[in-house]
T-cell receptor, first 113, second 112 residues
């Protein structure tokens, strides 16, 4: 079946440092999956951070970026300079041909002021 | 304001009791979902509903059933709750295939 593996947390970085959260996927039933990053802030539901539906393309939002790499089956999330408000749980996900999303285990990020 | 609302936010039940988790959305989305989230396991799909009375099992349907009698409401039922069903349950909706999901804030269920 399809699966997503991402950096195990928790991850702690200091404000203004750079960040990378790794995500790799295995899409056995889908030739061209859509790839997503969701974020969950404390006390809230998951929110879509960014998505990319075409291999080779980059998505960006709120200073975060991720590039869909079909060769390495990766979709790493990066930010050049994190802020304390970025503290949250981040989930990588892939979408199949239907309506289903397959999620990674989530990465808890804490940004120290 | 487009949103998915889950009730209750927190729930404590004894083993063997029945549990009803409610979810509503105000966007007329066709598709709705129930996921559970456990530490380190990400979100696991329990059921998908493609519209009223059109429900399909997800990856972990055992021990759960669902009901969707109106497009805006999707219920998750646990008949005779078990301790291993302690989890955080998320409801979501989307307007169609491969669309951006809108998630609720979750229901934290503790079965003792």
């Amino acid at each position: 079946g399809d699966s997503v593996t991402q950096t195990e947390g928790p991850v702690t970085v200091s404000e203004s440092e750079s960040l990378i959260i790794n995500c790799t996927y295995s899409a056995t039933s889908i030739a061209y999956p859509n790839l997503f990053w969701y974020v969950r802030y404390p006390g809230e539901g998951l929110q879509l951070l960014l998505k990319v539906i075409t291999a080779g393309q980059k998505g960006s939002s709120r200073g975060f970026e991720a590039t869909y790499n079909k060769e390495t089956t990766s979709f790493h999330l990066q930010k050049a300079s994190v802020q304390e408000s970025d503290s949250a749980v981040y989930y990588c996900a892939l979408g199949d041909a239907g309506a289903k999303l397959t999620f990674g285990g989530g990465t808890r990020l804490t940004v120290r002021p | 304001d487009m949103k998915v609302t889950q009730m209750p936010r927190y729930l404590i039940k004894r083993m063997g009791e029945n549990v009803l988790l409610e979810c509503g959305q105000d966007m007329s989305h066709e598709t709705m979902y129930w996921y559970r989230q456990d530490p380190g396991l990400g979100l696991q799909l329990i059921y998908i509903s493609y519209d009223v009375d059109s429900n399909s099992e997800g990856d972990i349907p055992k021990g759960y059933r669902v009901s969707r009698k109106k497009r805006e409401h999707f219920s998750l039922i646990l008949d005779s709750a078990k301790t291993n069903q302690t989890s955080v349950y998320f409801c979501a909706s989307s307007p169609g295939h491969n669309s951006d999901y809108t998630f609720g804030s979750g229901t934290r269920l503790l079965v003792i």
